[in-house]
T-cell receptor
Framework: AQTVTQSQPEMSVQEAETVTLSCTYD???????LFWYKQPPSRQMILVIRQEAYKQQNATENRFSVNFQKAAKSFSLKISDSQLGDAAMYFC?????????????FGGGTRLMVKP | KAGVTQTPRYLIKTRGQQVTLSCSPI?????VSWYQQTPGQGLQFLFEYFSETQRNKGNFPGRFSGRQFSNSRSEMNVSTLELGDSALYLCASSHNNGEGMNTEAFFGQGTRLTVV
């Protein structure tokens, strides 16, 4: 079974600064997908970014980018120019590429606080 | 396009009762997944339905069940409620790309269930 670990329960960043959230995972599969989801106080999970394991290039979405290290099984999220609206819980998630379904395995989450 | 809609948003039930939660996916999405979120266990996968068939199932007791209708709407039912069933229940829908694989999951705002 796959596991996802987020070792930082809480992180804090100054507005306009850069912060990196860590995620490691354990799998024996070579084909899989990784995601970062954001959960603000409204509770709705919002997809931030996704990465296909077969792609060597790191995914980027505006101020959000990932550092995907397949051999190390590491998938960190970098948020540049942090904004107050970035404050939320962030979850790293894994999905097998072998399964046609959409079962996600989540990490425990990192609470990000943004200081004005 | 309307997002994933979950009803009700809040629910208070007594131990031993049963409860039914509803999820309407994004129009055109045929896959619906359910997750339980608690402070202690985090986000855990319950089950996934695709075209009215359960495709994946998490490690939950048989008191947790679900179904999907022909219009892709899904319901989950919990019988003989326990205090430990108090949680945020999240539903997610995704689109099958015609090759058996799903796009990323889009989540609803969840149903907060409190068992007293």
């Amino acid at each position: 079974a796959q596991t996802v670990t987020q070792s930082q329960p809480e992180m804090s960043v100054q507005e306009a600064e850069t912060v990196t959230l860590s995620c490691t995972y354990d799998t024996s599969e070579s084909d899989y997908y990784l995601f970062w989801y954001k959960q603000p106080p409204s509770r709705q999970m919002i997809l931030v970014i996704r990465q296909e394991a077969y792609k060597q290039q790191n995914a980027t979405e505006n101020r959000f980018s990932v550092n995907f290290q397949k051999a190390a099984k590491s998938f960190s999220l970098k948020i540049s120019d942090s904004q107050l609206g970035d404050a939320a819980m962030y979850f790293c998630a894994y999905r097998s590429g072998l399964d046609a379904g959409n079962m996600l395995t989540f990490g425990g989450g990192t609470r990000l606080m943004v200081k004005p | 396009k309307a997002g994933v809609t979950q009803t009700p948003r809040y629910l208070i039930k007594t131990r031993g009762q049963q409860v039914t939660l509803s999820c309407s996916p994004i129009s055109g999405h045929r896959s619906v997944s359910w997750y339980q979120q608690t402070p202690g266990q985090g986000l855990q996968f319950l089950f996934e339905y695709f075209s009215e068939t359960q495709r994946n199932k998490g490690n939950f007791p048989g008191r947790f069940s679900g179904r999907q209708f022909s219009n892709s709407r899904s319901e989950m039912n919990v019988s003989t409620l326990e205090l430990g069933d108090s949680a945020l229940y999240l539903c997610a829908s995704s689109h099958n790309n015609g090759e058996g694989m799903n796009t990323e999951a889009f989540f609803g705002q969840g149903t907060r269930l409190t068992v007293v």
